[in-house]
């Protein structure tokens, strides 16, 4: 079965410096991969997705994310972070149109 | 036009009460969701319509009935709930294809309070 692990619940960091969430994925063949933000009571915003054209992967906002199978990881960074930043952040894996969502990992940015 | 709407925005009703939550998109996908999410997790799927017939319940309580009238809209009606049942629900919808997956795009939610 495909699922994906948030390794932090949690990462703090000062505005303008470097973002890194980290998300771990089990599959047994090629997954899709997505990462979705969403800031406090709104929905779920798509940031970017893997679908195996790319091992790197731009989406919104400056994020990006790496497809590193030896590694079976999919973490997401960003140079620089924004106030707007601050959010909850999903990881998930998608198996044939059934998303399987990570637990999150709520980013906090700090003036 | 990406866009999914839901209405109403907020939702406060009492456990005896009949209510119906409304998704809408125009964006001719062919699958839509219904996920509850409580606070501080990730969103729990509920039901799948995939071309306007439900294909997947994640054993749901019936107090909770879904509807797709036609392949834009999706409802939720909702009939004896308890407090417990409180939380956002959010609506998605994305293309169906064979094998692999689309992106779902995501409303921004109702959230619903049952005192």
């Known amino acids: 079965a495909q699922s994906v692990t948030q390794l932090d619940s949690h990462v703090s960091v000062s505005e303008g410096t470097p973002v890194l969430l980290r998300c771990n994925y089990s599959s047994s063949y090629s997954p899709s991969l997505f990462w979705y933000v969403q800031h406090p009571n709104k929905g779920l915003q798509l940031l970017l997705k893997y679908t195996s054209a790319a091992t790197l992967v731009k989406g919104i906002n400056g994020f990006e994310a790496e497809f590193k199978k030896s590694e079976t990881s999919f973490h997401l960074t960003k140079p620089s972070a924004h106030m707007s930043d601050a959010a909850e952040y999903f990881c998930v894996v998608s198996p044939n149109n059934d998303m399987r969502f990570g637990a999150g990992t709520r980013l906090t940015v700090k003036p | 036009d990406t866009e999914v709407t839901q209405t109403p925005k907020h939702l406060v009703m009492g456990m005896t009460n009949k209510k119906s939550l409304k998704c809408e998109q125009h964006m001719g996908h062919r699958a839509m969701y219904w996920y509850k999410q409580k606070a501080k997790k990730p969103p729990e799927l509920m039901f799948v319509?995939?071309?306007?017939?439900?294909?997947i319940n994640e054993s749901v309580p019936s107090r909770f009935s879904p509807e797709c009238p036609n392949s834009s809209l999706l409802n939720l009606h909702l009939h004896a709930l308890q407090p417990e049942d409180s939380a956002l629900y959010l609506c998605a919808s994305s293309p169906l294809q064979a094998s692999g997956s689309y992106e779902q795009y995501f409303g921004p939610g109702t959230r619903l309070t049952v005192t």
């Open positions: 319509y995939s071309y306007e017939k439900l294909s």
